[in-house]
Protein backbone atom coordinates (compact mmCIF):
# COMPACT_ATOMS: atom_id res chain seq x y z
CA UNK A 1 0.00 0.00 0.00
CA UNK A 2 3.03 2.65 0.84
CA UNK A 3 4.56 1.77 -2.67
CA UNK A 4 1.67 2.59 -4.27
CA UNK A 5 0.86 5.90 -2.39
CA UNK A 6 4.40 6.82 -3.42
CA UNK A 7 4.17 5.97 -7.02
CA UNK A 8 0.69 7.83 -7.26
CA UNK A 9 2.55 10.50 -5.49
CA UNK A 10 5.25 10.87 -8.09
CA UNK A 11 2.84 10.57 -11.01
CA UNK A 12 1.07 13.48 -9.79
CA UNK A 13 3.91 15.04 -9.35
CA UNK A 14 5.02 14.68 -12.73
CA UNK A 15 1.84 15.04 -13.85
CA UNK A 16 1.76 18.80 -12.47
CA UNK A 17 5.16 19.70 -13.89
CA UNK A 18 3.76 18.70 -18.00
CA UNK A 19 2.78 22.00 -19.90
CA UNK A 20 -1.01 21.65 -20.09
CA UNK A 21 -3.80 19.68 -18.47
CA UNK A 22 -4.58 19.02 -22.10
CA UNK A 23 -1.00 17.27 -23.08
CA UNK A 24 -1.59 15.27 -20.00
CA UNK A 25 -4.94 13.86 -21.46
CA UNK A 26 -3.14 13.44 -24.27
CA UNK A 27 -0.29 11.09 -22.84
CA UNK A 28 -3.12 8.82 -20.91
CA UNK A 29 -4.83 8.40 -23.75
CA UNK A 30 -1.96 6.66 -25.16
CA UNK A 31 -2.31 4.21 -22.11
CA UNK A 32 -5.65 3.61 -22.17
CA UNK A 33 -5.39 2.84 -26.23
CA UNK A 34 -2.49 0.72 -25.03
CA UNK A 35 -4.30 -1.29 -22.76
CA UNK A 36 -8.03 -1.41 -24.81
CA UNK A 37 -6.18 -2.90 -27.19
CA UNK A 38 -4.01 -5.63 -25.57
CA UNK A 39 -8.10 -6.44 -23.75
CA UNK A 40 -9.20 -6.54 -27.14
CA UNK A 41 -6.12 -9.33 -28.22
CA UNK A 42 -6.83 -11.33 -24.83
CA UNK A 43 -10.57 -11.37 -25.33
CA UNK A 44 -10.27 -12.46 -29.10
CA UNK A 45 -7.58 -15.61 -27.83
CA UNK A 46 -10.11 -16.41 -25.18
CA UNK A 47 -12.81 -16.48 -26.77
CA UNK A 48 -11.41 -18.09 -30.12
CA UNK A 49 -9.77 -20.76 -28.49
CA UNK A 50 -12.96 -21.79 -26.84
CA UNK A 51 -14.77 -22.07 -29.95
CA UNK A 52 -12.00 -24.56 -31.53
CA UNK A 53 -12.39 -26.34 -28.21
CA UNK A 54 -16.53 -26.61 -28.46
CA UNK A 55 -16.09 -27.11 -32.66
CA UNK A 56 -13.92 -30.09 -31.66
CA UNK A 57 -16.23 -31.79 -29.56
CA UNK A 58 -18.81 -31.83 -31.21
CA UNK A 59 -17.10 -32.81 -34.11
CA UNK A 60 -16.93 -36.34 -32.36
CA UNK A 61 -20.26 -36.59 -31.81
CA UNK A 62 -23.25 -37.58 -34.14
CA UNK A 63 -24.87 -34.82 -35.52
CA UNK A 64 -23.34 -32.14 -33.20
CA UNK A 65 -25.72 -32.82 -30.57
CA UNK A 66 -23.58 -31.67 -28.59
CA UNK A 67 -24.74 -28.05 -29.60
CA UNK A 68 -27.46 -28.59 -27.43
CA UNK A 69 -25.69 -28.46 -23.99
CA UNK A 70 -22.46 -26.04 -24.92
CA UNK A 71 -24.64 -22.78 -24.49
CA UNK A 72 -25.96 -24.12 -21.42
CA UNK A 73 -22.60 -24.86 -19.93
CA UNK A 74 -20.79 -21.40 -21.05
CA UNK A 75 -23.91 -19.29 -19.62
CA UNK A 76 -23.98 -21.23 -16.49
CA UNK A 77 -20.36 -20.61 -15.52
CA UNK A 78 -20.89 -16.83 -16.49
CA UNK A 79 -23.15 -16.91 -14.28
CA UNK A 80 -21.35 -18.47 -11.58
CA UNK A 81 -18.35 -16.65 -11.96
CA UNK A 82 -20.39 -13.51 -11.74
CA UNK A 83 -22.31 -14.35 -8.55
CA UNK A 84 -19.83 -16.52 -6.78
CA UNK A 85 -16.56 -14.77 -7.74
CA UNK A 86 -17.25 -11.44 -9.42
CA UNK A 87 -20.37 -10.44 -6.34
CA UNK A 88 -22.38 -8.99 -8.90
CA UNK A 89 -20.46 -6.05 -9.35
CA UNK A 90 -20.25 -6.21 -13.33
CA UNK A 91 -22.23 -3.47 -14.81
CA UNK A 92 -23.35 -5.14 -18.80
CA UNK A 93 -24.28 -3.04 -21.38
CA UNK A 94 -23.35 0.12 -23.06
CA UNK A 95 -26.34 1.49 -21.63
CA UNK A 96 -24.82 1.15 -18.09
CA UNK A 97 -21.80 3.49 -19.71
CA UNK A 98 -24.34 6.25 -20.55
CA UNK A 99 -25.85 6.04 -17.11
CA UNK A 100 -22.24 6.21 -15.31
CA UNK A 101 -21.78 9.37 -17.82
CA UNK A 102 -24.71 10.70 -16.93
CA UNK A 103 -25.27 10.26 -13.43
CA UNK A 104 -21.98 9.03 -11.74
CA UNK A 105 -19.36 11.17 -13.09
CA UNK A 106 -18.20 8.77 -15.52
CA UNK A 107 -16.84 6.62 -12.72
CA UNK A 108 -16.98 2.71 -13.54
CA UNK A 109 -16.12 0.21 -11.15
CA UNK A 110 -12.55 -1.22 -11.36
CA UNK A 111 -13.27 -4.93 -11.64
CA UNK A 112 -15.63 -3.75 -15.00
CA UNK A 113 -11.75 -3.59 -16.55
CA UNK A 114 -11.11 -7.55 -15.72
CA UNK A 115 -14.89 -9.18 -15.42
CA UNK A 116 -15.82 -8.64 -18.98
CA UNK A 117 -13.35 -10.52 -20.05
CA UNK A 118 -13.40 -13.68 -18.55
CA UNK A 119 -17.41 -13.50 -18.21
CA UNK A 120 -18.43 -12.73 -21.91
CA UNK A 121 -15.37 -15.59 -22.89
CA UNK A 122 -17.04 -18.10 -21.39
CA UNK A 123 -20.64 -17.03 -22.80
CA UNK A 124 -19.13 -16.94 -26.55
CA UNK A 125 -16.56 -19.05 -26.73
CA UNK A 126 -19.22 -21.92 -25.34
CA UNK A 127 -22.06 -20.78 -28.11
CA UNK A 128 -23.84 -17.77 -26.84
CA UNK A 129 -25.44 -16.14 -29.70
CA UNK A 130 -24.05 -12.79 -28.82
CA UNK A 131 -21.75 -10.67 -29.41
CA UNK A 132 -18.40 -9.35 -27.67
CA UNK A 133 -18.61 -5.86 -29.32
CA UNK A 134 -20.47 -4.51 -25.87
CA UNK A 135 -18.32 -6.19 -23.34
CA UNK A 136 -14.76 -4.89 -25.44
CA UNK A 137 -16.47 -1.65 -25.12
CA UNK A 138 -17.48 -2.05 -21.07
CA UNK A 139 -13.92 -3.24 -20.39
CA UNK A 140 -12.45 0.04 -22.39
CA UNK A 141 -14.87 2.28 -20.84
CA UNK A 142 -13.73 1.18 -17.77
CA UNK A 143 -9.74 1.23 -18.35
CA UNK A 144 -10.31 4.61 -19.56
CA UNK A 145 -12.57 5.68 -16.17
CA UNK A 146 -10.37 4.07 -13.48
CA UNK A 147 -7.36 6.22 -15.36
CA UNK A 148 -8.80 9.26 -14.71
CA UNK A 149 -10.08 8.52 -11.17
CA UNK A 150 -6.44 7.24 -10.49
CA UNK A 151 -5.02 10.61 -11.41
CA UNK A 152 -8.70 12.37 -10.16
CA UNK A 153 -9.39 13.91 -13.26
CA UNK A 154 -12.26 16.18 -13.41
CA UNK A 155 -15.46 14.50 -14.84
CA UNK A 156 -15.10 15.68 -18.26
CA UNK A 157 -11.34 14.32 -18.43
CA UNK A 158 -13.05 10.83 -17.25
CA UNK A 159 -15.28 10.99 -20.03
CA UNK A 160 -13.08 11.72 -22.88
CA UNK A 161 -11.14 8.91 -21.47
CA UNK A 162 -13.87 6.55 -20.75
CA UNK A 163 -14.88 7.45 -24.30
CA UNK A 164 -10.84 6.50 -25.57
CA UNK A 165 -10.95 3.17 -23.80
CA UNK A 166 -13.85 2.02 -25.82
CA UNK A 167 -12.75 3.59 -29.17
CA UNK A 168 -9.45 1.51 -28.83
CA UNK A 169 -11.81 -1.39 -27.84
CA UNK A 170 -13.64 -1.11 -30.91
CA UNK A 171 -10.81 -0.36 -32.87
CA UNK A 172 -8.97 -3.06 -32.18
CA UNK A 173 -11.45 -5.53 -32.66
CA UNK A 174 -12.27 -4.91 -36.12
CA UNK A 175 -8.76 -3.23 -37.18
CA UNK A 176 -11.13 -0.17 -38.12
CA UNK A 177 -9.80 3.13 -36.15
CA UNK A 178 -12.05 5.36 -37.65
CA UNK A 179 -15.10 3.41 -36.56
CA UNK A 180 -13.78 3.51 -33.24
CA UNK A 181 -13.87 7.13 -33.09
CA UNK A 182 -16.87 7.59 -34.36
CA UNK A 183 -18.47 5.22 -32.15
CA UNK A 184 -17.89 7.17 -28.83
CA UNK A 185 -18.34 9.87 -30.67
CA UNK A 186 -22.07 9.30 -32.17
CA UNK A 187 -23.26 6.97 -29.09
CA UNK A 188 -21.46 8.12 -26.07
CA UNK A 189 -20.46 11.50 -26.12
CA UNK A 190 -22.38 12.88 -28.43
CA UNK A 191 -20.34 16.09 -30.12
CA UNK A 192 -17.51 16.59 -32.09
CA UNK A 193 -14.83 18.83 -30.66
CA UNK A 194 -11.13 19.57 -30.92
CA UNK A 195 -9.90 18.71 -27.73
CA UNK A 196 -12.29 15.39 -27.63
CA UNK A 197 -11.62 14.37 -30.41
CA UNK A 198 -7.89 13.87 -30.44
CA UNK A 199 -7.41 11.65 -27.50
CA UNK A 200 -10.33 9.58 -29.30
CA UNK A 201 -8.08 9.18 -32.45
CA UNK A 202 -4.76 8.42 -30.73
CA UNK A 203 -6.33 5.63 -28.43
CA UNK A 204 -8.20 4.18 -31.32
CA UNK A 205 -4.93 4.52 -33.23
CA UNK A 206 -3.09 2.91 -30.60
CA UNK A 207 -5.66 -0.04 -29.88
CA UNK A 208 -5.29 -1.03 -33.42
CA UNK A 209 -1.60 -1.01 -33.83
CA UNK A 210 -1.27 -3.42 -30.60
CA UNK A 211 -4.12 -5.13 -32.45
CA UNK A 212 -2.23 -5.83 -35.20
CA UNK A 213 1.04 -6.33 -33.75
CA UNK A 214 -0.22 -9.29 -31.23
CA UNK A 215 -3.05 -10.25 -33.14
CA UNK A 216 -2.59 -10.99 -37.22
CA UNK A 217 -6.27 -12.32 -38.01
CA UNK A 218 -8.63 -10.33 -39.84
CA UNK A 219 -12.43 -10.14 -38.77
CA UNK A 220 -13.07 -10.59 -42.70
CA UNK A 221 -11.38 -10.63 -45.74
CA UNK A 222 -11.51 -8.20 -49.03
CA UNK A 223 -14.64 -9.48 -50.76
CA UNK A 224 -16.76 -6.92 -52.28
CA UNK A 225 -16.40 -5.04 -55.67
CA UNK A 226 -17.97 -1.85 -57.02
CA UNK A 227 -21.50 -1.24 -57.57
CA UNK A 228 -23.87 -0.79 -60.69
CA UNK A 229 -26.50 1.07 -61.40
CA UNK A 230 -29.31 -0.94 -62.11
CA UNK A 231 -28.62 -2.18 -58.48
CA UNK A 232 -29.56 0.99 -57.16
CA UNK A 233 -33.56 -0.23 -56.53
CA UNK A 234 -32.48 -2.45 -54.49
CA UNK A 235 -30.08 -1.39 -52.06
CA UNK A 236 -33.09 0.98 -52.00
CA UNK A 237 -35.30 -1.67 -50.62
CA UNK A 238 -32.61 -2.68 -48.44
CA UNK A 239 -32.73 0.40 -46.72
CA UNK A 240 -35.90 0.37 -46.07
CA UNK A 241 -35.75 -3.49 -45.21
CA UNK A 242 -33.19 -2.45 -43.16
CA UNK A 243 -34.71 0.36 -41.16
CA UNK A 244 -38.02 -2.26 -40.43
CA UNK A 245 -35.52 -4.68 -39.48
CA UNK A 246 -34.21 -2.51 -36.87
CA UNK A 247 -36.82 -1.70 -35.53
CA UNK A 248 -37.66 -5.59 -35.06
CA UNK A 249 -34.50 -6.04 -33.53
CA UNK A 250 -34.69 -3.20 -31.02
CA UNK A 251 -37.83 -4.39 -29.64
CA UNK A 252 -37.57 -8.44 -29.45
CA UNK A 253 -33.87 -7.42 -27.78
CA UNK A 254 -35.24 -5.17 -25.46
CA UNK A 255 -38.17 -7.72 -24.19
CA UNK A 256 -36.00 -10.65 -24.56
CA UNK A 257 -33.07 -9.15 -22.64
CA UNK A 258 -34.88 -8.21 -19.30
CA UNK A 259 -34.80 -11.85 -18.24
CA UNK A 260 -36.10 -15.24 -19.24
CA UNK A 261 -37.66 -17.42 -16.72
CA UNK A 262 -37.61 -14.47 -13.83
CA UNK A 263 -39.80 -17.29 -11.29
CA UNK A 264 -36.23 -18.99 -11.24
CA UNK A 265 -33.26 -18.94 -9.79
CA UNK A 266 -30.52 -17.86 -11.81
CA UNK A 267 -29.14 -21.03 -12.17
CA UNK A 268 -32.17 -22.91 -13.09
CA UNK A 269 -32.75 -20.18 -15.54
CA UNK A 270 -29.12 -20.23 -16.96
CA UNK A 271 -29.75 -23.74 -18.23
CA UNK A 272 -33.15 -23.79 -19.44
CA UNK A 273 -31.81 -20.84 -21.00
CA UNK A 274 -28.90 -22.45 -22.14
CA UNK A 275 -31.35 -25.51 -23.48
CA UNK A 276 -33.48 -23.38 -25.15
CA UNK A 277 -30.78 -21.79 -27.06
CA UNK A 278 -29.26 -25.25 -27.47
CA UNK A 279 -31.93 -26.30 -29.20
CA UNK A 280 -32.14 -23.55 -31.78
CA UNK A 281 -28.29 -24.13 -32.72
CA UNK A 282 -28.95 -27.63 -33.52
CA UNK A 283 -31.53 -26.64 -35.78
CA UNK A 284 -30.04 -23.25 -37.28
CA UNK A 285 -26.17 -23.72 -36.39
CA UNK A 286 -25.37 -20.49 -38.13
CA UNK A 287 -26.39 -18.95 -34.37
CA UNK A 288 -23.57 -20.39 -32.54
CA UNK A 289 -21.41 -18.11 -31.23
CA UNK A 290 -21.11 -14.19 -33.00
CA UNK A 291 -22.18 -16.20 -36.12
CA UNK A 292 -18.73 -14.53 -38.12
CA UNK A 293 -17.68 -17.77 -39.59
CA UNK A 294 -20.68 -18.62 -41.23
CA UNK A 295 -21.05 -14.86 -42.14
CA UNK A 296 -17.05 -15.48 -44.00
CA UNK A 297 -18.52 -18.40 -45.79
CA UNK A 298 -21.40 -16.35 -47.15
CA UNK A 299 -19.32 -13.46 -48.18
CA UNK A 300 -17.22 -15.69 -49.99
CA UNK A 301 -19.59 -16.62 -52.34
CA UNK A 302 -20.01 -20.23 -50.35
CA UNK A 303 -23.72 -20.10 -49.32
CA UNK A 304 -24.37 -23.15 -49.13
CA UNK A 305 -22.18 -24.07 -46.51
CA UNK A 306 -24.36 -22.17 -43.72
CA UNK A 307 -27.13 -24.90 -43.54
CA UNK A 308 -23.92 -27.63 -43.89
CA UNK A 309 -24.45 -28.37 -39.85
CA UNK A 310 -28.21 -28.59 -39.62
CA UNK A 311 -30.35 -31.28 -38.25
CA UNK A 312 -32.16 -30.13 -41.56
CA UNK A 313 -29.70 -29.74 -43.92
CA UNK A 314 -30.72 -32.56 -46.45
CA UNK A 315 -33.99 -30.91 -46.93
CA UNK A 316 -32.15 -27.68 -47.86
CA UNK A 317 -30.81 -28.59 -51.17
CA UNK A 318 -33.57 -27.14 -52.97
CA UNK A 319 -32.95 -23.30 -53.86
CA UNK A 320 -36.34 -21.82 -52.14
CA UNK A 321 -35.60 -24.18 -49.30
CA UNK A 322 -32.08 -22.12 -48.64
CA UNK A 323 -33.46 -19.35 -49.00
CA UNK A 324 -36.26 -19.80 -46.82
CA UNK A 325 -33.34 -21.13 -44.45
CA UNK A 326 -31.77 -17.66 -44.85
CA UNK A 327 -34.80 -15.61 -43.71
CA UNK A 328 -35.63 -17.87 -40.68
CA UNK A 329 -31.63 -16.81 -39.88
CA UNK A 330 -32.89 -13.01 -40.04
CA UNK A 331 -35.64 -13.31 -37.69
CA UNK A 332 -34.25 -15.68 -35.23
CA UNK A 333 -30.54 -14.39 -34.78
CA UNK A 334 -31.69 -11.30 -32.08
CA UNK A 335 -33.93 -14.06 -30.50
CA UNK A 336 -31.13 -16.25 -29.73
CA UNK A 337 -29.09 -13.56 -28.54
CA UNK A 338 -32.26 -12.26 -26.73
CA UNK A 339 -31.63 -15.65 -24.80
CA UNK A 340 -28.38 -15.71 -24.10
CA UNK A 341 -28.22 -12.35 -22.65
CA UNK A 342 -31.50 -12.54 -20.90
CA UNK A 343 -30.58 -16.41 -19.54
CA UNK A 344 -27.44 -14.68 -17.39
CA UNK A 345 -24.88 -14.60 -20.11
CA UNK A 346 -22.72 -11.75 -20.70
CA UNK A 347 -22.64 -10.02 -24.24
CA UNK A 348 -24.36 -7.70 -26.75
CA UNK A 349 -26.58 -7.11 -29.87
CA UNK A 350 -23.74 -5.45 -31.81
CA UNK A 351 -22.55 -8.44 -33.85
CA UNK A 352 -26.29 -10.11 -33.78
CA UNK A 353 -27.01 -6.69 -35.53
CA UNK A 354 -24.37 -7.19 -38.09
CA UNK A 355 -25.54 -10.91 -38.27
CA UNK A 356 -29.22 -10.21 -38.97
CA UNK A 357 -28.44 -6.97 -41.63
CA UNK A 358 -25.70 -9.21 -43.64
CA UNK A 359 -28.28 -12.25 -43.99
CA UNK A 360 -30.95 -10.13 -44.93
CA UNK A 361 -28.74 -8.68 -47.99
CA UNK A 362 -27.99 -11.96 -48.67
CA UNK A 363 -32.04 -12.78 -48.50
CA UNK A 364 -32.36 -9.63 -51.19
CA UNK A 365 -29.92 -10.36 -53.31
CA UNK A 366 -30.01 -14.37 -53.41
CA UNK A 367 -33.74 -13.91 -53.94
CA UNK A 368 -33.78 -12.16 -57.14
CA UNK A 369 -30.38 -14.04 -58.28
CA UNK A 370 -33.29 -16.61 -57.77
CA UNK A 371 -35.41 -15.01 -60.49
CA UNK A 372 -33.42 -15.07 -63.31
CA UNK A 373 -34.12 -11.82 -64.12
CA UNK A 374 -31.06 -9.93 -62.67
CA UNK A 375 -28.20 -10.48 -61.29
CA UNK A 376 -27.07 -9.19 -58.18
CA UNK A 377 -23.85 -9.46 -56.05
CA UNK A 378 -24.42 -10.99 -52.91
CA UNK A 379 -20.82 -9.71 -51.16
CA UNK A 380 -21.78 -6.21 -51.97
CA UNK A 381 -25.67 -6.81 -50.24
CA UNK A 382 -24.44 -8.60 -47.50
CA UNK A 383 -21.88 -6.22 -46.62
CA UNK A 384 -24.61 -3.02 -47.09
CA UNK A 385 -26.84 -5.32 -45.03
CA UNK A 386 -24.80 -4.95 -41.69
CA UNK A 387 -24.56 -0.65 -42.25
CA UNK A 388 -27.91 -0.75 -42.79
CA UNK A 389 -29.20 -3.20 -39.51
CA UNK A 390 -25.95 -0.67 -37.18
CA UNK A 391 -27.00 2.64 -38.75
CA UNK A 392 -30.92 1.99 -37.68
CA UNK A 393 -30.17 -0.03 -33.93
CA UNK A 394 -27.53 1.95 -33.06
CA UNK A 395 -29.19 5.40 -34.90
CA UNK A 396 -25.02 5.90 -35.39
CA UNK A 397 -25.13 5.98 -39.15
CA UNK A 398 -21.47 7.17 -39.73
CA UNK A 399 -20.13 4.42 -37.60
CA UNK A 400 -21.78 1.74 -39.50
CA UNK A 401 -20.57 2.97 -42.74
CA UNK A 402 -17.05 3.40 -41.98
CA UNK A 403 -17.31 0.22 -39.61
CA UNK A 404 -18.19 -1.95 -42.87
CA UNK A 405 -15.85 0.02 -45.46
CA UNK A 406 -13.14 -0.55 -43.14
CA UNK A 407 -13.70 -4.32 -41.97
CA UNK A 408 -14.61 -5.37 -45.41
CA UNK A 409 -12.59 -3.53 -47.38
CA UNK A 410 -16.05 -1.81 -49.39
CA UNK A 411 -14.72 1.31 -49.59
CA UNK A 412 -16.25 1.12 -53.76
CA UNK A 413 -19.77 1.06 -51.86
CA UNK A 414 -19.61 4.29 -50.06
CA UNK A 415 -22.89 5.24 -52.54
CA UNK A 416 -24.74 2.06 -51.31
CA UNK A 417 -23.53 2.43 -47.79
CA UNK A 418 -24.51 5.66 -47.16
CA UNK A 419 -28.38 5.60 -49.22
CA UNK A 420 -28.77 2.40 -47.06
CA UNK A 421 -27.68 3.67 -44.12
CA UNK A 422 -29.57 6.90 -43.87
CA UNK A 423 -32.45 5.28 -45.52
CA UNK A 424 -32.66 2.71 -42.57
CA UNK A 425 -31.91 5.47 -39.67
CA UNK A 426 -35.23 7.39 -41.21
CA UNK A 427 -37.07 4.93 -40.84
CA UNK A 428 -35.84 3.61 -37.30
CA UNK A 429 -35.57 6.89 -35.93
CA UNK A 430 -39.67 7.45 -37.25
CA UNK A 431 -40.78 4.56 -34.80
CA UNK A 432 -38.23 4.71 -32.06
CA UNK A 433 -36.88 8.36 -31.67
CA UNK A 434 -33.84 6.78 -29.37
CA UNK A 435 -31.43 4.11 -30.07
CA UNK A 436 -31.56 0.66 -28.54
CA UNK A 437 -29.33 1.99 -25.67
CA UNK A 438 -31.21 4.66 -24.80
CA UNK A 439 -34.74 3.04 -25.30
CA UNK A 440 -35.15 1.54 -21.94
CA UNK A 441 -33.17 4.68 -20.30
CA UNK A 442 -35.30 6.77 -21.62
CA UNK A 443 -38.44 4.91 -20.46
CA UNK A 444 -37.34 3.27 -17.25
CA UNK A 445 -34.52 5.32 -15.91
CA UNK A 446 -35.08 8.84 -16.74
CA UNK A 447 -32.10 9.15 -18.49
CA UNK A 448 -31.98 10.98 -21.51
CA UNK A 449 -29.04 11.80 -24.05
CA UNK A 450 -30.00 15.18 -24.52
CA UNK A 451 -27.88 17.31 -21.96
CA UNK A 452 -30.53 20.35 -21.83
CA UNK A 453 -33.14 17.67 -20.86
CA UNK A 454 -30.50 16.09 -18.27
CA UNK A 455 -29.51 19.72 -16.47
CA UNK A 456 -33.93 20.49 -16.20
CA UNK A 457 -33.95 16.60 -14.67
CA UNK A 458 -31.90 17.57 -12.02
CA UNK A 459 -34.43 20.92 -10.83
CA UNK A 460 -37.31 19.64 -8.89
CA UNK A 461 -41.02 21.17 -9.82
CA UNK A 462 -40.60 22.09 -5.67
CA UNK A 463 -37.91 24.57 -6.07
CA UNK A 464 -39.31 26.91 -8.45
CA UNK A 465 -42.91 26.78 -7.51
CA UNK A 466 -43.76 30.76 -5.81
CA UNK A 467 -46.40 29.81 -2.62
CA UNK A 468 -46.34 33.49 -2.09
CA UNK A 469 -49.68 33.99 -3.46
CA UNK A 470 -53.28 35.81 -2.61
CA UNK A 471 -56.34 34.10 -3.73
CA UNK A 472 -59.69 35.37 -4.34
CA UNK A 473 -63.22 34.39 -5.07
CA UNK A 474 -64.67 34.15 -8.44
CA UNK A 475 -67.69 36.30 -6.20
CA UNK A 476 -65.66 38.93 -5.52
CA UNK A 477 -66.71 42.22 -6.22
CA UNK A 478 -64.00 44.16 -8.52
CA UNK A 479 -64.30 47.53 -6.59
CA UNK A 480 -63.21 45.12 -3.50
CA UNK A 481 -60.47 43.32 -5.71
CA UNK A 482 -59.32 46.82 -6.07
CA UNK A 483 -57.68 46.84 -2.65
CA UNK A 484 -56.25 43.37 -2.99
CA UNK A 485 -54.47 44.50 -5.91
CA UNK A 486 -53.12 47.47 -3.91
CA UNK A 487 -51.82 45.51 -1.30
CA UNK A 488 -49.98 42.96 -2.94
CA UNK A 489 -47.17 43.35 -6.10
CA UNK A 490 -48.13 40.06 -7.77
CA UNK A 491 -49.19 40.64 -11.25
CA UNK A 492 -51.73 37.51 -11.33
CA UNK A 493 -54.18 36.01 -9.14
CA UNK A 494 -55.75 32.74 -7.94
CA UNK A 495 -59.20 32.06 -8.62
CA UNK A 496 -60.18 29.43 -6.43
CA UNK A 497 -63.26 27.30 -5.67
CA UNK A 498 -64.48 26.46 -2.38
CA UNK A 499 -62.49 22.97 -2.32
CA UNK A 500 -59.04 24.73 -3.25
CA UNK A 501 -59.41 24.21 -6.59
CA UNK A 502 -58.13 26.37 -9.14
CA UNK A 503 -61.32 28.17 -11.46
CA UNK A 504 -59.13 30.52 -12.96
CA UNK A 505 -56.96 33.22 -13.14
CA UNK A 506 -56.45 36.94 -13.20
CA UNK A 507 -53.83 38.55 -15.12
CA UNK A 508 -53.28 42.50 -13.78
CA UNK A 509 -51.43 43.36 -17.49
CA UNK A 510 -54.65 42.10 -19.36
CA UNK A 511 -57.35 44.20 -17.88
CA UNK A 512 -55.23 46.70 -16.64
CA UNK A 513 -56.69 49.65 -18.95
CA UNK A 514 -60.41 48.62 -18.01
CA UNK A 515 -59.98 47.66 -14.44
CA UNK A 516 -61.04 50.78 -13.45
CA UNK A 517 -63.36 52.16 -15.61
CA UNK A 518 -67.33 52.03 -14.76
CA UNK A 519 -68.03 49.40 -16.59
CA UNK A 520 -66.31 46.82 -14.37
CA UNK A 521 -66.74 48.77 -11.25
CA UNK A 522 -69.97 47.10 -10.56
CA UNK A 523 -69.20 43.75 -11.95
CA UNK A 524 -67.32 40.60 -9.85
CA UNK A 525 -63.97 38.52 -10.11
CA UNK A 526 -65.62 35.57 -12.76
CA UNK A 527 -66.36 38.38 -15.38
CA UNK A 528 -62.46 39.59 -15.45
CA UNK A 529 -60.64 36.07 -15.13
CA UNK A 530 -59.21 33.69 -17.56
CA UNK A 531 -59.28 29.94 -17.44
CA UNK A 532 -55.14 29.02 -17.77
CA UNK A 533 -54.38 27.20 -20.71
CA UNK A 534 -52.69 24.70 -18.66
CA UNK A 535 -52.81 23.61 -15.17
CA UNK A 536 -49.13 21.93 -14.09
CA UNK A 537 -49.22 18.32 -11.99
CA UNK A 538 -47.04 18.59 -8.45
CA UNK A 539 -45.66 15.21 -10.04
CA UNK A 540 -44.62 16.29 -13.32
CA UNK A 541 -41.41 16.51 -14.30
CA UNK A 542 -39.63 20.47 -14.71
CA UNK A 543 -38.76 18.98 -18.42
CA UNK A 544 -42.43 18.80 -19.13
CA UNK A 545 -43.20 22.12 -17.70
CA UNK A 546 -41.21 23.64 -20.19
CA UNK A 547 -41.98 21.70 -22.68
CA UNK A 548 -45.65 23.85 -21.72
CA UNK A 549 -44.22 26.97 -21.37
CA UNK A 550 -42.63 26.84 -25.21
CA UNK A 551 -46.15 25.49 -26.53
CA UNK A 552 -48.37 27.85 -25.05
CA UNK A 553 -46.16 31.04 -25.51
CA UNK A 554 -46.95 31.53 -21.67
CA UNK A 555 -44.46 33.00 -19.10
CA UNK A 556 -46.95 31.91 -15.37
CA UNK A 557 -48.89 28.62 -14.64
CA UNK A 558 -50.96 27.19 -11.88
CA UNK A 559 -49.66 24.42 -10.09
CA UNK A 560 -52.24 21.71 -8.47
CA UNK A 561 -51.16 18.75 -5.67
CA UNK A 562 -54.40 16.50 -5.51
CA UNK A 563 -56.85 18.67 -7.11
CA UNK A 564 -55.77 21.80 -4.55
CA UNK A 565 -53.83 24.77 -5.70
CA UNK A 566 -50.86 25.37 -3.98
CA UNK A 567 -48.64 28.04 -6.46
CA UNK A 568 -46.96 29.35 -9.32
CA UNK A 569 -44.53 28.55 -11.40
CA UNK A 570 -43.17 30.68 -13.53
CA UNK A 571 -40.64 30.26 -16.49
CA UNK A 572 -38.27 33.04 -15.29
CA UNK A 573 -37.63 31.35 -12.50
CA UNK A 574 -37.12 27.87 -13.97
CA UNK A 575 -34.72 29.58 -16.34
CA UNK A 576 -32.57 31.09 -13.73
CA UNK A 577 -32.61 27.86 -11.95
CA UNK A 578 -31.00 26.39 -14.93
CA UNK A 579 -28.71 28.99 -15.89
CA UNK A 580 -27.22 27.80 -11.78
CA UNK A 581 -27.23 24.64 -12.64
CA UNK A 582 -25.61 24.98 -16.37
CA UNK A 583 -23.01 27.08 -14.08
CA UNK A 584 -22.03 24.44 -12.03
CA UNK A 585 -21.78 21.24 -14.06
CA UNK A 586 -19.39 23.53 -16.46
CA UNK A 587 -16.80 25.15 -13.88
CA UNK A 588 -15.46 21.21 -13.92
CA UNK A 589 -14.51 21.95 -17.71
CA UNK A 590 -12.62 24.95 -16.47
CA UNK A 591 -9.39 23.96 -16.04
CA UNK A 592 -9.13 21.46 -19.14
CA UNK A 593 -10.59 24.14 -21.37
CA UNK A 594 -8.16 26.60 -20.56
Known amino acids: MYILKTLTSKL???RSTLNSQRNFLIYCSVFVGLMGGLAAVVL????????ELSRNISAHLPYHFIYVFLPALGILGTVAYLHLINRDKIQKGIGNILVNIKRNRSNILFNNVYSHLISSSLTVGFGGSSGLEAPIVCTGAAIGSNTGRFFKLSAYEKTVLLAAGTSAGIAAVFNSPIAGVLFSLELLIGEITI?????????????VVVSKTLYSGQLFHLVTEGWVMHALPFYILLGILSGLTSVYIT???????????VNQNRYVRAILGGLLLGVLILMLPPLFGEGYHELQQALNGNIEAIKDQSIFSEYLNHPLALLGFIALLVFMKIVAAGITIGSGGNGGTFAPTMFTGAFLGLFIAYGCNLTGLIHLNTSNFIAVGMAGALSGV??????????????????VLFIPLMIVSAISYIISRHFNPHNMYWHDLVHERNIHPDHDYEMLSSITID????????AVSKELPVRDFYKVISQSPANIFPVLGTNKDIEGVVLVDEIRRQLFTDELAGSTVAEIMITPPAVIKYHESVN???TQFDRLDVWQLPVEQDGRFIGFVSKSALLAQYREVFIAQHKQTDLFAH
Do not use: C, D, Q, W
Not at 398 to 403: Q, R, V, W
Open 12 to 14: NHV
Open 44 to 51: KFMVHFME
Open 195 to 207: PTFIPLLIASATG
Open 251 to 261: TVAGKLEKGLF
Open 394 to 411: LHAPLTAIFLIAEITGGY
Open 463 to 470: SVINRNFT
Open 544 to 546: IVM
